[in-house]
């Protein structure tokens, strides 16, 4: 089972973000990048179809910026090609649009029998770039997926809905699948071995193909979201608290 | 890379440390089982282990996970009777070999994680490493700021940086070496994690990154000693780092200060009229047999009104807080095996020795310590301080 896992960077949240004066988008300048966790979760999975059935795992990222220890990190955990996307202006970070354009073009001389990718991506939690770079491709998407099996030539991939429900879908193959998680958390991968993967060198650096996309979607402004009046916390004995929630019901108009 | 039998595997134990080879004379007498704190609920505790690998059952060794129950704490090495360095060698190699193989709780996962990432445990930003100095009431100078060369590079540690319960000790440090008049300052946002504790838990790799950060940043300043308030700083520099090229004088708090003794005491306002027990950290004292023992309590017993009592365990006997090893990021784990957690019998012997304040000196204590006064139900009855805390009660307000 030859995969390709396509892996977002977006912002690490322990630092805090900024909203950029000027631009009234996220201040970049600052922000320090990880990859996406369901991405994450997209390679584990592409790591535990390789140890079941055999086949490559490629892992592909577009050069946003602090992308080469993850890269060498999926190297040590077993990805066999990891393709670094390169371009003008990709610090400022690159729509959904261009991302499944751009995949789109760079797969193109990459056949596999999956692409996976995270769901959706914590930074803007649209989840488009699976189902469009599907669209573009004409292959089948399926979302949310928690577990992939090999059947017969397709996949048989678990599906979770609202409410507790989850469904088996069979796939063709080719196909895209978002990945909600993989069956077990991501691994852990000892720091020799990345420190080993770095010393090997072995990213493909890939120019970014042109697309031009229009996206008809423009961020006007960015905010913090703003806080409400804190909770009151009412204080003394019994009897003075239940005065007192009277006295605010009454004051609401909720009691008479 | 992963270990094909159990003789390979003690091939990679005897390399591991100078005294590797003392495994071959292991007597199976089982000291080391008794004394383990967690022995009893491993599958194989250490003289078990080598008997397994003796037998070739490596496959029996890798399939258990209860090696992850080793809080490195050195009891079993400190009681060997052919002195095998069980704690470095045997119990940390092997837990090397879980990570390689993969077999590794979700909880450490994290914290190796974190210290990978941002060179904390905690997973908290490392630019914010030196924040809690900005409530302290005295200045804390960071390195990189400071125009001047400085006596003393006080290394703060994971704990003492971020936790909000440790900061406590580390203002209280601060406090006391500027009442000293110690020309000190700390590293900030360029100090990384020890290292320590990710190698005990297998992890060299990362001890050896994390380690790297930290020598390349303390090269960078003029300093005459590093003090540090975590034994597991303390431990790592003054036996490990050196086999990285940096080899500087390093010395424990409770050190530093019992050399100032004679100024601390003219310091003294207020007298603390308690009894109270101390606590010997592991990597303290028998880790390597760093032996600080006496300079703790000699502290203790300099401030006015305080009554030193002995715990039935300790100095050489003291029994882990759980904390070292990997310990103070598996306490889930710990719990979900043994249903016991070490700080509870701690603070009962702490109680039984009739002690109102149980004293400590590593950063892990304060939070583990008064998590288990509270799940024994005896809060209100012991407090936990650290050494230091003490100190700075008896000389301010």
Known sequence: MDSVVLIKFVPDLVEDLEIDPQSGLLDRSFLRLMPNELDDHALEEALLLKERYGGTVTVITVDTGDVDEALYTAVAKGADRVVKVTGEGFDQGVTDRELASIFHEVLRGMPCELILTGTQAVDDLDGFVGAMLAERMGLPYVGYVTKVESQDGTVIVRKEYPGGLTAEIEVATPAVLGIQAAEKPPRYVVTSKVMEAMKSGSIDEVEAPDVSVEDGVTVSRMSVPETGARAEMIKGSVQDVAAALARLLRDRGVIA | ????????????????????????????????????????????????????????????????????????????????????????????????????????????????????????????????????????????????????????????????????????????????????????????????????????????????????????????????????????????????????????????????????????????????????????????????????????????????????????????????????????????????????????????????????????????ETPRFEDAVKSTGNEGKLVVKDVVELLAEAMFE
């Not at chain 2, 003492?160 to 006391?176: E, F, I, K, N």
């Not at chain 2, 034994?231 to 036996?239: E, F, G, Q, S, V």
């Not at chain 2, 300079?295 to 203790?300: I, M, S, V, W, Y």
């Not at chain 2, 300099?302 to 070292?324: D, F, K, Q, T, W």
């Open chain 2, 1 to 364: 890379m992963s270990t094909a039998s159990s003789y390979e595997f003690l091939d990679k134990v005897i390399k591991a440390t100078p005294d590797g080879a003392y495994i071959r004379k292991c007597l199976q007498c089982g000291t080391c089982s008794g004394i383990c704190p967690y022995g009893f609920a491993m599958d194989h505790p250490p003289r078990s282990l080598i008997a397994a690998l003796r037998a070739d059952d490596w496959h029996g060794v890798l399939e258990s996970d209860t090696i992850w129950l080793c809080v490195s704490c050195f009891a079993c090495a400190s009681v060997c009777p052919v002195r095998i360095p069980l704690t470095r060698g045997l119990l940390a190699t092997l837990k090397t070999e879980m990570l390689v193989g993969g077999s590794i709780p979700q909880e450490l996962q994290t914290a190796l994680g974190n210290s990978r990432r941002y060179g904390n445990a905690l997973g908290e930003s490392p630019r914010k490493r030196a924040d809690w100095t900005k409530d302290c009431p005295v200045p804390v100078p960071v390195l990189a700021n400071h125009k001047e060369p400085v006596d003393v590079l006080w290394f703060v540690g994971d704990y003492g940086s971020y936790h909000p319960r440790v900061q406590l000790v580390s203002r209280a440090m601060a406090r006391v070496l500027h009442a000293l008049g110690v020309s000190f300052g700390i590293l900030g946002p360029e100090e990384n994690s020890d290292g320590d504790t990710q190698a005990f838990a297998g992890e060299w790799g990362l001890f050896e990154l994390l380690a790297r950060k930290n020598i390349k940043a303390m090269t960078k300043y003029a300093f005459d000693e590093i003090i540090t308030t975590d034994p597991h700083a303390y431990n790592a520099m003054k036996h490990e780092y050196p086999r990285l090229g940096f080899d500087r004088p390093v010395r424990h708090h409770t050190q530093f200060l019992l050399d100032r003794i004679e100024s601390l005491k003219g310091l003294f306002r207020n007298p603390l009229p308690m009894r109270v027990t101390y606590h010997d950290p592991c990597y303290l004292g028998r880790a390597n047999e760093n032996n600080i023992y006496e300079e703790p309590r000699q502290l203790l017993q300099a401030i006015p009104g305080v009554e030193l009592v002995e715990m039935s365990h300790n100095r050489a006997l003291s029994i882990c807080c759980g904390g070292g090893g990997g310990g103070m990021w598996l306490d889930g784990f710990s719990w979900e095996k043994a249903h016991a957690r070490t700080t509870e019998w701690r603070v009962k012997e702490a109680i039984a020795a009739g002690a109102q304040v149980l004293a400590v000196a590593c950063s892990y």
